[in-house]
């Protein structure tokens, strides 16, 4: 049942849908059809207006909606899957472009945390935030010992409102499941349920911070890839801070090419490092978009070197999903759909009822299109789109791990291909994949069958 709060927050989300004229997504998604009648009691709405393509009104209905919101928006982008390639492109520009809230009250939040006065803590603390986004906003510092660092604090009043949001978008999903009881692969729960857990791991600061502690012992020995250094004895639930970290981001490709930055290594560094996290560590940066990425300057005695921030999202793969990923990408290559289709059934990722010949006769027809081409010009994260499309059809329940796999592969692909267009992600993945097979399967047959089959 729904709160007040809830009942009238729901009025507002249908007011904003009516001011961006949503009403044709709800006549045409026949999940939201039962609630088509509530727009015509507002008379502004029976004169139609043109509002534009749809995937604007409605990536401009969840701006409005505010932060909460946006992130479900992104979270739903990812879900390529599900959502109409048009609305899927229009709700991955989404951003948080979430106003600051005072830096006074950041100060206030700090000081509770370690409940002495900031100055006995910090050296300097800068009220002006470096940034803001809808769960936190950072502002730079130094300790007293000068090191350069940024403190991360949470938002007040977050996470009471994420509770009211997400309790509402709760009800809608299961009044939606229980009025299409018979289309089994509606899963708008699981997707709540998803989103839920994502919003409330990035509330925990502590969180954050042991992924990225993780992630920097995992990459000890690599010089070219650094993570800043978490200081624990400074952290807590709502504040965490780190080194701070300076350098060019990789989005601005002419400040790259004027320090003199490798774009081809650059671009061929960021395949082989997502490689060695899935693979090598099964434990991968899942939020890898460019504004999370920093180059250095190469100097006479140190190349560039790429840093990244933010660590709210990770992921792992499990042994067993790296070994059915691995052997699919091994099929694709031979075009060896049948030996696709099997790997899923015995995988236990389709129901073992499903018939191997008519997965593969679909797999096929989506995927042989894209093999028509050089290898270099197939994307990697649109095969995996079409396949996790299709296996939909075949009622495959989609692993959060594998959506976040399929999301990190194309934003490193997108970034990869603006820095050097030419960048070839199969042949980067080559030498990674065969590395993986060689210490963890131990086959040397299956080593011969690798290297006779990857690309060249």
């Known amino acids: 049942m729904l709160t007040p709060g809830q009942l009238l927050r729901l009025f507002y989300i249908q007011r904003v849908m009516i001011k961006h004229g949503l009403d044709e997504i709800i006549f045409a998604t026949k999940y939201l059809k039962p ?3 509530l727009f015509y009691l507002f008379p502004w709405n029976w004169v139609k207006r043109d509002y534009g393509p749809r995937g604007n009104r409605l990536r401009l209905a969840i701006e409005d909606l505010g932060p909460i919101y946006v992130k479900f928006g992104q979270i739903l982008s990812t879900r390529r899957d599900l959502l109409p390639k048009d609305i899927a492109d229009e709700l991955a520009k989404l951003q948080d472009n979430v106003p600051a809230f005072p830096g006074k009250e950041a100060r206030r939040i700090i000081e509770a945390a370690y409940e002495k006065p900031l100055t006995e803590v910090l050296l300097e603390f800068d009220e002006v935030p470096l940034a803001s986004a809808s769960i936190a906003q950072v502002h730079a510092g130094k300790l007293k010992n000068g090191k350069d660092i940024i403190v991360k604090v949470i938002r007040p009043g977050i996470e009471r409102n994420i509770r ?36 409330f791991g990035e509330l925990d600061l502590m969180q954050e ?11 000890e020995d690599e010089e070219r890839y650094y993570v800043p250094e978490v200081e624990w004895e400074y952290t807590r639930r709502n504040v965490l801070v780190m080194e701070r970290i300076f350098g060019i981001p990789v989005s601005d490709i002419g400040q790259l090419r004027a320090a003199g930055v490798d774009l081809k290594w650059l671009a061929e560094y960021g395949v082989e490092i997502f490689f060695k996290q899935g693979f ?7 939020d890898m978009h460019p504004g999370n990425i920093f180059v250095t300057r190469p100097e006479a005695d140190k190349p560039e070197r790429v840093m990244v921030v933010d660590f709210c999202i990770m992921s792992s793969l499990t042994e067993f999903d790296q070994r059915y990923l691995a052997e699919n990408f091994l099929a694709f290559l031979n075009r060896d759909y049948q030996k696709v289709a099997e790997l899923h059934v015995e995988s236990g990722w389709i129901p073992a009822g499903t018939r191997v010949d008519e997965f593969e006769f679909a797999i096929r027809t989506v995927c042989e299109p894209l093999f028509d081409r050089p290898l270099k ?7 995996l789109l079409r396949l996790l499309q299709t296996a939909r059809r075949f009622h495959m329940e989609i692993l959060p791990q594998l959506i976040l796999l399929q999301k990190t592969i194309v934003n490193i692909e997108g970034v990869g291909r603006q820095l050097y267009p030419e960048l070839d992600l199969w042949k980067t993945a080559r030498p990674q994949l065969e590395r993986w097979m060689s210490e963890r399967l131990g086959v040397r047959g299956l ?10």
Do not use: C, M
């Open 35 to 37: 609630v088509r009648y």
């Open 447 to 456: 080593i011969k069958g690798t290297r006779e089959n990857l690309p060249h």
């Open 209 to 219: 911070a042991a992924n990225a502690s993780q992630l920097r012992r995992n990459f």
């Open 164 to 199: 009211r949001d997400i309790g509402l978008l709760s009800y809608l999903a299961q009044k939606a499941e229980q009025f299409y009881s018979n289309d089994k692969s509606l899963r708008l729960q699981g997707v709540v349920a998803e989103f839920e857990k994502t919003l």
């Open 377 to 383: 010009e197939i994307s990697f994260g649109d095969l």
């Open 280 to 286: 090598r560590d099964s434990f991968f940066h899942a």
